[in-house]
């Protein structure tokens, strides 16, 4: 699972700053990638990975709920599902709330 998906470049987003000037900022993005692993699928991330859920649908759900969470604090997360050895787009989270630091 070495290859990497070609996904579309982070968004930007604009906001007004203190002094009233519209500045353009990149969010953070984060991508979770859901792997064949063991018999089953583990959620991986930054070169991290979990260990295996026995049920894709199992690992899409939890790595849902913690996507979700992010994209409250102001994270665009992408859940790419890899099968037969190819990335696909399962969901892209655009942020809900208000940025942290913002």
Partial sequence: MCATAKLPT??????INSVGIEVKTSMT?????????????????GGA???????????????EHVAALL???????????WRGGEPHLHER???TGRRRGG
Avoid: F, K
């Fill in 10 to 15: 982070p968004p930007t987003h604009w906001r």
């Fill in 29 to 45: 993005h984060i991508r979770y990638d859901i792997i064949p692993q063991g018999g089953g699928w583990s959620i991986a991330m």
């Fill in 93 to 95: 989270m655009e942020p």
């Fill in 49 to 63: 990975v979990g260990p295996p859920y026995l049920e894709l649908a199992q690992a899409v759900r939890d790595t």
């Fill in 71 to 81: 994209a409250e604090t102001g994270d665009a997360v992408d859940i790419v599902v």
